[in-house]
């Protein structure tokens, strides 16, 4: 009896399954790869997308909406709300001060540390300051023609 009940139930468990009809496993696998392409295809838009997007905030960032000028504004807004005259802060205008003292910066730059000293007393004060010690320094520093040349007399007569 137990050799009949294993043959009846592998009997059963064979009826269960059925093969497939011709083409039918074909057929599944091209839809799933279709699906695979189109969820591919979806990916890579939404990634061009991000990079685009990315890409004109980048560009527009850097160099203005169109139709914008071209000069830079005369006062530029912090993150603080607080208004830099001239688009200069303060750390940049101590940067140029002794350039803008000796006269060799651009006339862009110029201008520039112009209007924030003209709105900014603490720079102009610390820029008075730097104009006096540069002067001073140079009036002490500055060596009479004829002691200079009497220098350069005795150097002369040690290197011979």
Known sequence: ???????????????????????????????????????????????LTACLAVGLLGFFGMNGLPGSTDQPPKQVVDRAGQKHPGGLYCDEVKEYAKAFVNHQLDQETTDKVKEHLAHCPRCKEKLDQLRANMHNNAAAHHVPPQEEAEWEAFLLTLNQ
């Open 1 to 47: 009896m137990n050799t009949q009940q294993t043959t009846e139930t592998e009997a059963d468990s064979h009826s269960e399954w059925r093969a497939c009809a011709p083409g039918d496993l074909g057929q599944f696998v091209s839809v799933m790869k279709k699906r695979r392409k189109i969820s591919h295809l979806i990916t890579g838009a939404e990634i």
